[in-house]
């Protein structure tokens, strides 16, 4: 919740239309405002939605949003560069430095140099894993399934609310573009075609039909990171103490609270009471399935 009231300091970077739950039977939870629709209540509340969408009801958690990550990144890229960060673009990292004399991390190694540091934050998502197991460092990390998201062109308006159900999620952005992100299970598909595109959008046309004949703008997918107890990973290492390492699943939800705790660990040296219980130095319910 304070994160998203973080990014609420950002209108243009993120918007609060609240979210719809489609099905969700689970109890109201005090610390996370929510109400439950009827089907004639979700059918009232998003006309557009198919009558099959709005059979089981939802629970509506208003305080819920999203963010443009693409602006995002652009905008907080360009407020590092002109708080003195140098940004490195190409640069793909091959492995960390280590020194001879102690557990110390010296430096960042890319194909054309290597970037010495006296601090590195290892925060590559599912890449975290290749850099620090030659460390002898395990990171335990699965992923959810593949995520496949297809941003629309701009339609008439639709959808007030964020539309989520087990397998996709739907919003209609406030441009009148829609993006939707459909979990593909195994399917992995090795590009983002217009055909896996057309498959997105017939799913997401099952719950609400004026998306049949909506086209396509743009199309990615990949693989989200997921720590193996579904809580994030953040803290500096025992074994290495100046790698600090920093993953979670919902990353851009809590980007702008996570940014404010780790710069205190790592700028002004202050540990954070917040991030204590999500060190990698725990206890994880479960390791057999990590990368």
């Not at 009827?38 to 198919?50: R, V």
């Not at 004399?101 to 194909?111: A, D, M, Q, R, W």
């Not at 199309?219 to 997921?226: C, D, E, K, R, S």
Request: hydrophobic share 40%.
């Amino acid at each position: 919740m304070h994160s998203m009231k973080l990014w609420a300091q950002y209108p243009d970077l993120a918007a609060f239309p609240g979210s719809l739950i489609l099905n969700d039977k689970r109890t109201k939870d005090n610390a996370y405002p929510s109400s439950s629709l009827t089907p004639e209540q979700l059918k009232h509340e998003e006309p557009d939605l198919s009558d099959a969408a709005c059979q089981g009801g939802a629970r509506l958690y208003k305080p819920e949003g999203y963010a443009y990550p693409e602006s995002a990144v652009r905008f907080f890229l360009q407020q590092a560069e002109q708080n003195g960060a140098s940004v490195l673009y190409e640069h793909p990292v091959q492995s960390l430095e280590t020194g001879t004399s102690s557990p110390h991390i010296t430096g960042v190694v890319t194909p054309g140099k290597t970037l010495h540091a006296d601090v590195v934050v290892v925060a590559a998502a599912l890449g975290i894993p290749e850099l620090t197991k030659p460390l002898g460092l395990l990171v335990p990390l699965t992923a959810k399934p593949c995520t496949v998201t297809v941003i629309t062109k701009p339609l008439k308006p639709i959808l007030k609310r964020i539309v989520v159900n087990d397998t996709i999620f739907i919003v209609q952005r406030r441009d009148g573009d829609v993006m939707i992100s459909l979990y593909a299970g195994d399917d992995r598909p090795e590009e983002a075609t217009e055909a896996v595109s057309k498959q997105v959008i017939q799913a997401a046309a099952v719950l609400v039909p004026e998306l049949a004949e909506a086209q396509t703008q743009q199309v990615t997918a990949g693989l989200m990171p997921y720590p193996v107890d579904a809580h994030p990973i953040v803290g500096f290492t025992k074994e290495w103490p100046n790698l600090y390492v920093a993953v979670m699943h919902s990353g851009a939800t809590l980007a702008p609270l996570m940014g404010k705790l780790v710069s205190e660990e790592i700028v002004n040296k202050q540990e954070q009471d917040l991030l204590a219980p999500y060190r990698l130095q725990r206890d994880f319910a479960d390791l057999s399935h990590t990368y």
